[in-house]
């Protein structure tokens, strides 16, 4: 099967990398190892290659109102130089993506996609698109490097031409990187402070190298960017949210703005009126051994659910995982079994977030 490169295919190989398909892209697993890079990140600062992401713009005189149309979360609000998080939703409000809005400029929008929804994000973004409003999949020119962990502030302010100091959660500056133009973002998903780095793919090598140039920075690969976002309760698409669920299932009703109009309200307004029939929770597991998606929940002997992530929590020393069940076993302490063929383990519903010690909201 052929499988997509980013521009830093090399240095990861170069690094010793082992390799993985991820959606159809040839990413790095890890360098180190997962544990070592994600306590890395955790206490200093890691950089990550997040190249197959997608970045459309989306221009015109109503492209705010198309967005806000579009998207969950209100976007008419969003001043320039702010990003918001949220949903595409189809007409049943099931979870087309999940993704971030950028305001470049008052008519300008930047829009970042997971890289498994990239294609049919665009078709039907382009689909609902009023007339002089146009969209444009820069991805191809566009390279995104994430810098996360509690120093990164320090190391990314020795590297760019603009104060880091000020810069809120969710907000956003351009500048130059050693020269090169790049929007800087401060989102993050790892639960730590952190910054992405947006610029011209040709870049890429040149920001990458000089980033690992500083001592204190170590790459970090797919799999402790897994059990970061596990230990923050963050979703990952594909597995915890998709076209089967609902952002009222999920638990995600805190990125939905219902006073105004967008695709898949009613089917939320109706859902929200009847409830949920499942609803995602966290777990803890007695032991550090894991449980991976689709092993089936229970409790008292009764099937009432599915796993849809689950690992080894290095920062906690335990396991844990996210799933759906039905609504009268969400409560934190319910006592659940986790069941794949003769396979069973124990644990119990937790809250969210599991770590809790994140900086990621921390004073710049």
Same mark, same amino acid.
């Given at each position: 099967?052929?499988?997509?490169?980013?521009?830093?295919?090399?240095?990861?190989?170069?690094?010793?990398?082992?390799?993985?398909?991820?959606?159809?892209?040839?990413?790095?697993?890890?360098?180190?190892?997962?544990?070592?890079?994600?306590?890395?990140?955790?206490?200093?600062? @890691?950089?990550?290659?997040?190249?197959?992401?997608?970045?459309?713009?989306?221009?015109?005189?109503?492209?705010?109102?198309?967005?806000?149309?579009?998207?969950?979360?209100?976007?008419?609000?969003l001043k320039i130089g702010q990003c918001r998080y949220g949903f595409l939703l189809n007409e049943k409000g099931r979870i087309l993506d999940d993704l971030i809005t950028y305001r470049l400029d008052q008519n300008e929008f930047m829009l970042v996609v997971n890289a498994e929804t990239k294609?049919?994000?665009?078709?039907?973004?382009?689909?609902?698109?009023?007339?002089?409003?146009?969209?444009?999949?820069?991805?191809?020119?566009?390279?995104?490097?994430?810098?996360?962990?509690?120093?990164?502030?320090?190391?990314?302010?020795?590297?760019?031409?603009?104060?880091?100091?000020?810069?809120?959660?969710?907000?956003?500056?351009?500048?130059?990187?050693?020269?090169?133009?790049?929007?800087?973002?401060?989102?993050?998903?790892?639960?730590?402070?952190?910054?992405?780095?947006?610029?011209?793919?040709?870049?890429?090598?040149?920001?990458?190298?000089?980033?690992?140039?500083?001592?204190?920075? %170590?790459?970090?690969?797919?799999?402790?960017?897994?059990?970061?976002?596990?230990?923050?309760?963050?979703?990952?698409?594909?597995?915890?949210?998709?076209?089967?669920?609902?952002?009222?299932? @999920? =638990?995600?009703?805190?990125?939905? @703005?219902?006073? %105004?109009?967008?695709?898949?309200?009613?089917?939320?307004? %109706?859902?929200?009126?009847?409830?949920?029939?499942?609803?995602?929770? =966290?777990?803890?597991?007695?032991?550090?051994?894991?449980?991976?998606?689709?092993?089936?929940?229970?409790?008292?002997?009764?099937?009432?659910?599915? $796993?849809?992530?689950?690992?080894?929590?290095?920062?906690?020393?335990?396991?844990?995982?996210?799933?759906?069940?039905?609504?009268?076993?969400?409560?934190?302490?319910?006592?659940?079994?986790? $069941?794949? =063929?003769?396979?069973?383990?124990?644990?119990?519903?937790?809250?969210?977030?599991?770590?809790? %010690?994140?900086?990621?909201?921390?004073?710049?």
């Amino acid at each position: 099967m052929f499988m997509k490169k980013t521009p830093l295919y090399n240095e990861h190989l170069a690094l010793k990398a082992k390799m993985v398909g991820f959606h159809g892209w040839d990413m790095p697993l890890q360098y180190t190892g997962i544990i070592e890079e994600h306590l890395h990140t955790r206490n200093m600062v @890691s950089v990550f290659d997040i190249c197959h992401m997608g970045e459309f713009l989306i221009k015109g005189p109503n492209a705010a109102e198309d967005i806000n149309h579009l998207f969950t979360s209100a976007v008419d609000s969003l001043k320039i130089g702010q990003c918001r998080y949220g949903f595409l939703l189809n007409e049943k409000g099931r979870i087309l993506d999940d993704l971030i809005t950028y305001r470049l400029d008052q008519n300008e929008f930047m829009l970042v996609v997971n890289a498994e929804t990239k294609v049919n994000d665009a078709a039907w973004i382009k689909g609902h698109l009023s007339k002089g409003t146009f969209l444009e999949d820069i991805s191809d020119r566009t390279a995104k490097i994430d810098l996360q962990g509690p120093h990164s502030q320090e190391v990314l302010s020795s590297l760019i031409d603009l104060p880091l100091d000020g810069l809120k959660y969710f907000g956003f500056k351009s500048g130059k990187m050693r020269g090169i133009k790049s929007i800087i973002s401060r989102t993050g998903y790892t639960g730590e402070l952190g910054f992405e780095l947006y610029f011209d793919i040709g870049s890429a090598v040149n920001i990458w190298e000089t980033i690992l140039n500083i001592k204190i920075v %170590k790459p970090a690969g797919l799999g402790s960017r897994d059990t970061l976002r596990l230990e923050m309760g963050y979703p990952l698409y594909g597995q915890d949210i998709n076209l089967e669920y609902t952002p009222v299932e @999920s =638990g995600h009703m805190h990125l939905i @703005s219902m006073d %105004k109009d967008f695709i898949g309200k009613p089917a939320i307004e %109706k859902q929200v009126s009847k409830g949920a029939h499942q609803n995602l929770v =966290g777990f803890i597991l007695e032991g550090r051994q894991a449980v991976r998606p689709g092993y089936d929940i229970f409790c008292d002997n009764k099937k009432i659910g599915i $796993v849809t992530s689950g690992s080894f929590c290095p920062s906690l020393k335990c396991a844990i995982g996210l799933g759906y069940v039905k609504p009268g076993f969400k409560n934190t302490g319910t006592e659940l079994n986790f $069941v794949s =063929g003769r396979r069973q383990l124990s644990g119990q519903v937790a809250g969210l977030p599991f770590y809790k %010690k994140g900086t990621v909201r921390r004073e710049s």
